[in-house]
């Protein structure tokens, strides 16, 4: 599992070739959820929706219970700074796109 450019991936290793991994899966991270499982807390749900918009739940097995609470933490963060990443483009976009008009507008 790889976070970069706001997409969490789900990589394959080669067993030939250790240094190279084979992205299998892509997903945003503004459509991830992280849960525990109650019954077992050594499970992580990922819940993600994917390109056809529909919802997918991702368990992730750990042999220890500090593991998914600082994977859980580490995810929820990266959530939340990809939001306020994109917000903050879309709030540039638009200012660059006023000042093209020469409009000043004050958010």
Same mark, same amino acid.
């Given at each position: 599992?790889?976070?970069?450019?706001?997409?969490?991936?789900?990589?394959l290793?080669?067993?030939n070739k250790?240094?190279?991994?084979?992205?299998?899966?892509?997903?945003?991270?503004?459509?991830?959820?992280?849960?525990?499982? &109650?019954?077992?807390?050594? /499970? !992580?749900?990922l819940c993600?929706? =994917?390109?056809?918009?529909?919802?997918?739940? %991702?368990?992730?097995y750990?042999?220890?219970?500090?593991?998914?609470?600082?994977?859980?933490?580490?995810l929820?963060?990266?959530?939340?700074?990809? &939001?306020?990443?994109?917000? /903050? !483009?879309?709030v540039?976009?638009f =200012?660059e796109?006023?000042?093209?008009?020469? %409009?000043?507008?004050?958010?």
């Open positions: 599992m790889l976070i970069e450019h706001n997409y969490i991936l789900f990589c290793v080669d067993s250790p240094d190279i991994a084979v992205v299998k899966y892509k997903y945003a991270l503004r459509h991830l959820e992280v849960q525990f499982d &109650r019954a077992d807390p050594r /499970i !992580l749900t993600l929706k =994917d390109n056809k918009k529909e919802f997918l739940d %991702l368990f992730m750990l042999d220890e219970i500090g593991k998914v609470t600082s994977i859980k933490r580490m929820e963060e990266q959530r939340k700074s990809t &939001r306020n990443t994109e917000f /903050i !483009l879309l540039s976009y =200012d796109l006023l000042n093209k008009w020469n %409009l000043e507008f004050n958010i």
